[in-house]
């Protein structure tokens, strides 16, 4: 399980994320918030010789003409699966700090009571939003009655037949959390087609597939959706190791880029301390620890960073009090110092030894781009030179493919600027 802490333009993508999927031997997860001239269009062609290439970009971050559908309600349908659909879509649009306030608990549990109803009669997540726009709609409570879903269906009840102010503004607060789909173009990517094919997560864990999840960060992005299908896939990979005698072979690896801002999953942490036990391996790259401490809670990143088996600090440590913690877990040596006194009866030379640190703080923030540290479990820590993807081998396929691909989604841009949708190109 690896964490990686490295600021922008250190080298993450060239030198830990994009080696690490062209070198995987199982089936991919990678999500990202840009894909030009980055791990995508660098891997795409490559990827695509091993097996299926899924590409989920609600937001057209590729501008990747919709060639699959997921079925988001697919785990909701039953009420634990839609509390945590639900809980995507809010730990997408607030911090965790705010998380458990009134409005935010009772939005979610709404939300989940409307995924569990649409689930449970198999209707699209569209009719979620119309439930949403009328809430004195009854059809949600009959159906959550109708599949013996009593207990849901009567706090649904609850809630409508409420104060009406009240109502309203847990309505509204579900509305904004949801907002995503309100983009016809951006639900259409989960909801049914009969004309493409459906992504499935369990069928991904045993293939050499890889899926792409784009997006973009900031309000109004689809990261709920985004962080939904890693989750789904990281959970779909782990129930099918647990059937096939524990352990998945070959290893499915889960390329967490911009976790903190595409793909919030809430108990991240949690899952951490069995993925690596179930032959999923996860590997979270962000931008600092504070990120991570804004996305799940200082308790929670800290239980992140201790569940992972592998530690990635790269340049860029701008953070005086983890570079300090880093230098203090580093440690100390000890170093020979000679001085030299004049008296009257002449000079005089003393030696002693003195402890300092290995690598002081000021030396872990100024490492250069292609340096790294590493805290892995059961070794002292290291220093690493990354070899970025460009200077393997490799560079001469990859290279010309990663400038087709990065060409390739400039002319869709610009086919769609003008009003063509040319899906005819590749990648």
Not at 290 to 303: F, I, L, N, S, Y
Not at 365 to 381: E, S
């Amino acid at each position: 399980m690896i964490v990686a802490i490295m600021a922008p333009r250190s080298g993450k993508t060239s030198g830990l994320a994009i080696p690490s999927i062209l070198a995987a031997p199982g089936p991919v997860l990678l999500t990202s918030n840009k894909a030009a001239n980055d791990a995508f269009t660098a891997t795409v062609d490559a990827r695509a010789e091993v097996g299926t290439v899924w590409v989920l970009d609600p937001q057209q971050i590729a501008h990747h003409p919709r060639r699959m559908w997921w079925d988001i309600l697919a785990d909701a349908r039953d009420l634990a699966g839609a509390k945590r659909l639900a809980g995507h879509f809010v730990t997408a649009s607030v911090d965790e700090s705010n998380s458990s306030d009134f409005w935010s608990a009772a939005a979610s549990n709404t939300l989940g009571a409307l995924f569990l109803a649409a689930a449970s009669h198999r209707r699209p997540i569209t009719d979620v939003l119309a439930w949403l726009a009328t809430p004195a709609d009854r059809t949600p409570v009959d159906l959550l009655t109708d599949a013996g879903h009593h207990a849901v269906a009567a706090q649904l009840q609850g809630t409508v037949s409420g104060a009406t102010e009240t109502r309203d503004g847990i309505y509204e607060t579900a509305r904004q959390y949801a907002s995503c789909l309100l983009d016809p173009d951006v639900a259409a990517w989960v909801t049914p087609s009969q004309d493409l094919p459906e992504f499935k997560p369990f069928a991904f864990a045993t293939s050499r597939d890889t899926l792409y999840l784009l997006s973009k960060d900031g309000g109004g992005s689809a990261s709920a959706i985004i962080a939904a299908a890693a989750d789904a896939v990281m959970r779909a990979a782990v129930v099918v190791a647990e059937r096939s005698g524990g352990r998945l072979d070959p290893p499915a690896l889960c390329v967490l880029d911009e976790a903190a801002n595409v793909c919030k999953i809430s108990d991240l942490p949690d899952l951490y301390s069995h993925l690596g036990s179930r032959g999923v391996i996860p590997m979270t790259i962000l931008q600092s620890y504070r990120q991570g401490q804004r996305c799940w809670g200082e308790t929670g990143m800290d239980a992140l960073w201790s569940a992972a088996t592998i530690k990635i600090v790269g340049s860029g440590i701008d953070d005086a009090d983890f570079a300090d913690r880093l230098s203090r877990q580093i440690g100390d040596h000890d170093v020979q110092t000679t001085s030299v006194s004049t008296s009257e009866s002449g000079k005089s030379t003393s030696v002693s030894m003195r402890t300092e640190r290995i690598l002081p703080p000021d030396a872990i923030r100024a490492l250069p781009k292609g340096k790294a540290l590493l805290l892995a479990t059961g070794i002292r820590i290291a220093m690493l030179n990354l070899r970025p993807w460009y200077e393997e081998p490799s560079a001469k396929v990859i290279g010309p493919a990663s400038a087709r691909a990065t060409k390739a989604i400039t002319a869709r841009a610009i086919a769609k600027t003008h009003g063509h949708d040319d899906f005819g190109l590749s990648a």
